[in-house]
């Protein structure tokens, strides 16, 4: 992937990243490192440690061991648990996304979905009405929301139209890197076909990086260059996706996806 | 003092203390909510509790008192709460707001401008101005500490989207001296523009919510807005019918079941002086026929 892109310097590594609880191990000694406009797929069983591996990347969790760094935009690698808080809080809210498997989480649901989008560029200092109204309906569109709309709280939105509402309220400040967890959990075949195609789309015409934790192979399949297979916090396979879903050396993995039913 | 049964100002001199330390603490930070360990007083929460125990903490004997509620000096809870203060500090009051060196006050700022010197008490009922958007205090204490305010701007888009122009009437956000944005509790926006460089000291006191905050003389009020949407002051148009004036706040009184509707300052002292200097409005037959009493 590194070629393609036509940078060897990694956006985020993890080294010998851990979390325990007590006697309770979440995950351990995970490394990788993520580059700019790779899509990078966990999946696992629940329970092995998926998400709490995501918390812990996106800074949302402490990790007990090990460290994540992340290329800030001036190009310094920086230790993410060297940041200050304001810091941190400010990178969460322009150069990251984070889709939550619930919209309902990651987004206002009594405000309108103008408001929900246009909240990012508030918080950097937008403070024309009229700009920020015009750059929220164009992502509207973009996701595929009727800009009709606009002013509708997303609690009136179906589960489809809240998911892509989260997706343009995270995309509006065109971050680097996209944390997703279970982008297209508890949606119907159909939705989630199209939202697949439409964050396929917006992750190659945007380069973004992305980490994507799902229990759905066939979502790894789409959306990811790079898969890494989860078992009981632990890595225990990693490589291109084609590779590992065509060709799984570890019995878990050939389990994980023997058990996709044939089509 | 008259009423040797109480402390001076009610309240006994470890409270007083405690309270001014908040306040000096308030001053020190103008817009910042300083958590005090607000007492029971003699009153409801939602009467002013927070406003009195401000008040009584800076209240000495020679001070004069002015209270108003909505502007006005003589509602059932400017009186008694003027009433509790000649009783239990002894300190002279009046409702002339030239002639005070403390105004409390519930929703307005006196139309008179104030002086150096002057301290004006909010009472405020809920000091967070961003409580409605984030219920966590938790969380609306970091966006304060990280001056992270997007969101107010969010509660005001959605005004715009809704209505077509910002219509938070009261309550109107502020950022004060470029740094902490802050509720003015619920005073009209119109007075907003009032607290910006004002020479007096402003104190605010919220009583349940058990917080102070200030804004020290001279200092930058600002209001929020948008570049393309700008903060307008909000009153009736119409003159007072009592006085004429054309820049008072008003208030809308309904006279009759037929509809009929009269627009009066909501500032007393102010519509009494500028009748007693001979202006008149539509309706002023008897002029200076009531006066506040104590």
Partial sequence: ?263 | MNAPAYNFAYLDEQTKRMIRRAILKAIAIPGYQVPFASREMPMPYGWGTGGVQVTAAILGPSDVLKVIDQGSDDTTNAISIRKFFAKTAGVATTTSTADATVIQTRHRIPEASLQSGQVLVYQVPIPEPLRFLEPRETETRRMHALGEYGLMHVKLYEDIARFGHIATAYAYPVKVNARYVMDPSPTPKFDNPKMDNSPALQLFGAGREKRIYAIPPYTQVVSLDFEDHPFTRYRFDAPCALCGAEDAYLDEIVTDDQGSRMFVCSDTDYCENRQAAGHRGSESAAPHKERAHD
């Fill in chain 1, 1 to 263: 992937m590194t070629d393609a892109h036509g940078t060897d310097e990694a956006l985020l590594v993890a080294e010998g990243l851990g979390k325990s609880y007590g006697r309770l191990t979440a995950c351990q000694d995970i490394s990788f490192s993520l580059y700019p406009g790779e899509v990078l797929a966990i999946v696992g069983e629940s329970g092995s440690g998926k998400t709490t591996l995501l918390q812990l990347l996106s800074a949302q969790l402490a990790p007990t061991s090990g460290r994540v760094s992340y290329r800030m935009r001036d190009g310094v690698l920086r230790d993410l648990a060297s940041l200050g808080e304001a810091e941190r809080r400010f990178l969460f809210r322009t150069d990251w996304g984070y889709v939550h498997q619930d919209p309902a989480q990651g987004l206002r649901m009594a405000v309108s979905a103008g408001a929900n989008v246009g909240e990012r560029l508030m918080a950097v200092g937008w403070k024309h009405y009229g700009r920020i109204r015009q750059t929220a309906s164009s992502w509207l569109e973009r996701v595929e929301i009727d800009t009709a709309r606009i002013d509708d709280a997303p609690r009136t939105y179906s589960g489809g139209m809240r998911q892509r509402l989260q997706i343009a309220r995270n995309l509006v400040t065109e971050p680097r890197l996209v944390f997703m967890d279970e982008p297209t959990g508890g949606l119907d075949v159909s939705v989630q076909a199209r939202l697949l195609d439409l964050m396929r789309n917006l992750v190659s015409e945007l380069g973004l990086a992305a980490i994507v934790v799902t229990h759905d192979l066939a979502v790894a399949r789409l959306l990811s260059h790079r898969v890494m297979v989860m078992k009981g916090g632990r890595v225990i396979e990693t490589g291109l996706t084609d590779q590992v879903l065509d060709d799984p050396h570890e019995p878990y993995t050939q389990l994980l996806v023997s058990s996709i039913l044939p089509p």
